[in-house]
Nanobody
Framework: QVQLVESGGGLVQAGGSLRLSCAASGRTFSGVYMAWFRQAPGKERKFVARIRWSSGSTAYVDSVKGRFTISKDNAKNTVFLQMNALKPEDTAVYYC???????????????WGQGTQVTVSS
């Protein structure tokens, strides 16, 4: 079993920054892909960014490239999402997830955190 706990969401003005954290526990992560998804009201949950625990290789959805950065701290079993130049359309509940496959769709992830709200005002 894997437990994921997100933190760091909040309210920020457009152009501002937030850093989300996802603390992971419960098993070893060497073969795992950690990802961030987001879900706006009435919309489906969508992929934002992914990092491979062992190599640190990353992937991003086009809409956040150059603004968001996913990273990890192996010693703390924590994944981060640094979000800069935030836009109102980034408003959503952000979820941390874990998978053993390099996929970008929600059904491919076995473990999920509870989510953290990010609201960007215009």
């Amino acid at each position: 079993q894997v437990q994921l706990v997100e933190s760091g969401g909040g309210l920020v003005q457009a152009g501002g920054s937030l850093r989300l954290s996802c603390a992971a526990s419960g098993r070893t992560f060497s073969g795992v892909y950690m990802a961030w998804f987001r879900q706006a009201p009435g919309k489906e949950r969508k992929f934002v960014a992914r990092i491979r625990w062992s190599s640190g290789s990353t992937a991003y959805v086009d809409s956040v490239k150059g603004r968001f950065t996913i990273s990890k701290d192996n010693a703390k079993n924590t994944v981060f999402l640094q979000m800069n130049a935030l836009k109102p359309e980034d408003t959503a509940v952000y979820y941390c997830a874990a998978s053993q496959a390099a996929v970008v769709t929600a059904p491919g992830y076995n473990y999920w955190g509870q989510g953290t709200q990010v609201t960007v005002s215009s």
